[in-house]
């Protein structure tokens, strides 16, 4: 089956910690997202990507890292810098180009909570 | 450092009534857009979109309207279920943007037994 796949479901970082969350699709998009959202709130874009070796700042980038080496893969690194890490994180992937359908296929999301 | 969104809006329906939920957009220029149904500890899922070039489509109990005059996108719900409740974000896009979709807030909506 074509999908994206987020792992892991939760994740646990202490104060001062990096952590690596991971994303995953064999959908052959050139183009992924990640997204962060608080409880009861929107969809806020953190980094994305549209090319291998390339990806821009979206609206809330500050404390976050990401590469994108390989066409499949979008890992996106929570830093310590970021002071308020806990949230629900979510990847998505599009094709890029005229097609009839312009979404973005979701991951099921990763769960970050500061212990 | 990071400002702190809005909380989402709310709409409770009795079940097996049905629901309207509304979405404002932005830019003029938008040509394609979307509903999504985002489940709790789930990622959005598509439910139906529509081209500007329409001013209604509909889908197995869903319907969307688009009113390009006001810039104004509201998707209808028939017979709402206890599976729909959910968040339910609208989203739009322009073909300048390299399609990258701009998501509304999202509302919450609640299915009453």
């Known amino acids: 089956d074509g999908g994206i796949t987020q792992s892991p479901k939760y994740l646990f970082r202490k104060e001062g910690q990096n952590v690596t969350l991971s994303c995953e699709q064999n959908l052959n998009h050139d183009a992924m997202y990640w997204y962060r959202q608080d409880p009861g709130q929107g969809l806020r874009l953190i980094y994305y990507s549209q090319i291998v070796n390339d990806f821009q700042k979206g609206d809330i980038a500050e404390g976050y890292s990401v590469s994108r080496e390989k066409k499949e893969s979008f890992p996106l690194t929570v830093t310590s810098a970021q002071k308020n890490p806990t949230a629900f994180y979510l990847c998505?992937?599009?094709?890029?180009?005229?097609?009839?359908?312009?979404?973005?296929?979701f991951g099921s999301g990763t769960r970050l909570t500061v212990v | 450092g990071e400002s702190v969104g809005l909380h989402l809006p709310t709409l409770s329906v009795q079940e097996g009534d049905n629901s309207i939920i509304n979405c404002a957009y932005s830019n003029s220029a938008s040509d394609y857009f979307i509903w999504y149904k985002q489940e709790s500890g789930k990622g959005p899922q598509f439910i139906i979109d529509?081209?500007?070039?329409?001013d209604k489509r509909q889908g197995q109990r869903v319907t969307v309207l688009l009113n390009k005059t006001v810039k104004h996108l509201s998707l209808q719900i028939a017979a709402t279920q206890p599976g729909d409740s959910a968040v339910y974000f609208c989203?739009?896009?322009?073909?300048?943007?390299?399609?990258?979709?701009?998501f509304g807030s999202g509302t919450q909506l609640t299915v009453l037994p």
């Open positions: 529509i081209r500007s070039n329409m």
């Open positions: 998505a992937s599009s094709q890029l180009g005229d097609r009839p359908n312009y979404g973005y296929t």
């Open positions: 989203a739009e896009t322009f073909s300048g943007s390299a399609r990258q979709l701009t």
